[in-house]
């Protein structure tokens, strides 16, 4: 995990616990940093409802608009199963939405310290966008 911001990293292993996932028991963290520098982050939160579940990075992207931000620089997605999880389509969309080409994306093993990198345009190289509106 050398090349993941330890700031990031330690937020994620920090709020993992209030991963609300009674479901699936699949506990997801996600961290991420906007162009002003600043962090915010989320968690998965299920619903008896599943369908109504919402990934942790939506939630983090989502508290950093709410926060006024606008654009994100880059994201982490931890997890305390074997093997690190890339933001699903939902997710990558919603991030495309307030990133670019290069936004950075850490995914991390909690449990076994694996990691992987990756940018939005490698993970998601054709995307709609406003582009597609022309507005
Ligand atoms: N989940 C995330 O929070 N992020 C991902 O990147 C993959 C999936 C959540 C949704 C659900 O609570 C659980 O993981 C299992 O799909």
Known sequence: MDNVPLDMVNLAKE????????????????????????????VNIENASYGLTMCAERVAIFNAISHGEKKIKEILVAVNSEEPAI????????LSEFGD?????????????????YKLKDLLPYRFSSKNLKI
Do not use: E, H, M
């Open 101 to 117: 080409d290069d936004t950075q994306i850490y995914s991390i093993s909690l449990k076994s310290n694996k990691s992987k990198f």
């Open 15 to 42: 709020i993992i616990k209030n991963s609300y996932a009674p479901y699936s028991k699949y506990n997801v963290a996600s961290v991420v940093r906007t162009d002003n520098n600043n962090v915010y982050w989320g």
């Open 87 to 94: 933001p699903c389509g939902a997710c990558l969309q919603v």
